[in-house]
């Protein structure tokens, strides 16, 4: 009995021991760092793999800047010469003009100069805008010579020359006061009603000028048409000059303070200022003008006022020309469209009127079809000669 008592006990002690034991091994197994758990079954440990660093971008190449090449500056126009528009100017004017010089030596070649004769002569250069005056003043001379004098006074080609050439009066002073006087730029108004090409006249008087190789300086001051300052920027802008402009429907006096300041401080020979061509009311436009004359010469006098008429409006243009002239002093005359149905005799007949001489013809509508004026090459094309 106690044999077996004793048997017992150390079965009870082993099967302790044993149950311990596996619980001892679990515990430890799943205390195991996990990492390590992969070697499990092969009956070896693998070791840890070897940390690896995140991929770093492999450094790039700064992107090489290509710089585009500025676009090469328009080359400026080289505006012709006087000399090459005076040759355009004989041979325009003898194809639009020649009529009235070939009609005129027609009746004067008649062998016997009537009554008659001398009223058709008279009707023809009324009928070219001439004017009552200088028509009653041209028929009495050719008169005289013609008829009292007989062939004394030479072949009828040569006298009608001689005297429409003292009609449109070769001893004016036709030229642009276009020089730096006491340091100071010459001061151009250009005066006119819209519609005669006046804006237009201003950028192809500025290629005159470059052409002579003046500095100019080009203002806006018509800032009541917005067109007005945008046309005039792209003349100036063909041949290098600058334009002063303001926002449309401002001062236009301060525009052309503006302009003259900046003509004085680039030491420019000339400012041209283009003005407002309004014509609703005579005290209105002698407002503005006498305030865009009187701010500009703060800084510098005003060398010349050129009026701008269209030589295809006949009377309605000695009109406006009477209204100018009331307005301001008006130093010179700048006829467009003189090429095209014009009548050559409004050339005599704006003289008179206004007592000042036509500079500038407008000649077509090139760049370069303005050029000054020149009383041998003009009655030379109303006789029909190139």
Not at 78 to 98: I, M, N
Not at 166 to 182: G, I, K, N, Y
Not at 197 to 219: F, N, S, Y
Not at 319 to 328: G, T
């Amino acid at each position: 009995m106690g044999e077996l008592l004793y048997l017992i006990i150390v079965l009870a002690v082993v099967a302790v021991v044993t149950v311990a034991g596996l619980v001892t091994s679990g515990v430890r197994r799943s205390r195991r760092r996990p990492d390590l758990e992969r070697g499990a079954g092969t009956g070896t440990i693998a070791p840890p793999e070897p940390e690896v660093e995140a991929p770093t971008e492999a450094p790039t190449e700064a992107p090489e800047v290509v710089t585009e090449p500025e676009p090469a500056a328009p080359a400026l126009e080289r505006p012709e010469s006087a000399a090459g528009r005076l040759v355009r100017l004989r041979q325009r004017l003898s194809r639009s003009q020649g009529a009235l010089g070939r009609g005129l030596l027609a009746l004067l070649s008649r062998d016997r100069l009537d009554e008659d004769t001398w009223e058709e002569i008279e009707d023809s250069l009324l009928t070219a805008d001439v004017g009552v005056g200088p028509t009653q003043e041209l028929v009495e001379r050719l008169r005289t010579r013609l008829r009292v004098e007989g062939g004394a006074a030479g072949k009828p080609r040569d006298v009608l020359r001689e005297e429409l050439l003292a009609l449109v009066d070769p001893t004016m002073d036709r030229r642009l006061a276009a020089q730096r006087t006491d340091g100071k730029p010459s001061v151009m108004m250009v005066v006119g009603v819209n519609g005669t090409g006046k804006t237009t006249t201003v950028g192809k008087l500025a290629r005159v000028l470059v052409a002579e190789d003046k500095q100019v300086v080009l203002g806006a001051a018509d800032t009541f048409r917005a067109a007005a300052s945008e046309q005039l920027t792209t003349w100036g802008e063909r041949v290098g000059v600058p334009t002063v402009r303001g926002p449309e429907g401002s001062d236009p006096a301060s525009v052309a303070f503006e302009a003259v300041r900046t003509g004085m401080e680039q030491e420019a020979d000339v400012v041209l200022v283009d003005t407002a061509g309004r014509l609703q009311n005579k005290a209105g436009l002698m407002d503005e003008l006498g305030k865009v004359k009187r701010v500009v010469e703060k800084q510098a006098p005003v060398s010349e006022v050129l009026l701008v008429l269209d030589a295809t409006t006949g009377q309605n243009g000695m009109i406006q020309a009477r209204v100018f002239s009331e307005v301001v002093d008006v130093t010179g005359i700048v006829l467009t469209k003189l090429d095209g149905s014009a009548k050559g005799g409004i050339v005599v007949a704006v003289q008179r009127e206004l007592g000042v001489p036509v500079k500038l013809v407008g000649l077509g509508e090139g760049p370069d079809d303005l050029a000054p004026f020149d009383p041998g090459a003009f009655v030379d094309a109303l006789l029909g000669e190139g």
